[in-house]
């Protein structure tokens, strides 16, 4: 029963110092290339954007200081049709093992708009994203 479970258990904390007292220990400046069309997509797109396609690349880094932005770019190589916005999702992705299972629960946190309106294609996007310090944690 519940009394013959073990009375220990780990826990994982992390504390935050000022930079002067910290080490300095780069991060690792590795950067993923992405690119987004209609045959990435696992949601449903319009005709016109199926018949006309669309091409979106980028690139972002793989790993960030949470007290620092989160810096890369993205740019619209094609559309079949004009743009409205572009928006980035920073998404926080909760699991907990349940039994042999993990159950996982995904909320936005951040929306971010890059860009307004049709934009210039083959335009090089600045990516700045200010990460929110109450919101956030780092996965170890």
Excluded: M, N, W
Excluded at 13 to 31: G, N, Q
Excluded at 66 to 93: F, M
Excluded at 111 to 124: H, K, M, P, S, Y
């Amino acid at each position: 029963g519940y009394l013959h479970k073990a009375l220990s258990t780990t826990l994982e904390f992390i504390i935050e110092s000022e930079k002067a007292e910290r080490l300095e220990l780069p991060i690792s400046p590795e950067l993923v290339l992405f690119y987004i069309t209609q045959d990435t997509q696992r949601h449903p797109l319009l005709s016109e954007l199926k018949s006309g396609g669309f091409r979106v690349t980028g690139r972002i880094p793989t790993q960030c200081s949470l007290s620092c932005s989160l810096q890369g770019e993205i740019v619209v190589e094609s559309s079949a049709l004009p743009i409205q916005s572009i928006d980035i999702h920073l998404l926080r992705l909760e699991s907990i093992l349940v039994g042999d299972k993990i159950v996982s629960e995904t909320s936005v946190i951040q929306t971010t708009q890059i860009a307004d309106g049709d934009i210039c294609r083959g335009l090089t996007l600045p990516i700045y994203l200010l990460l929110p310090r109450l919101l956030t944690c780092p996965t170890v």
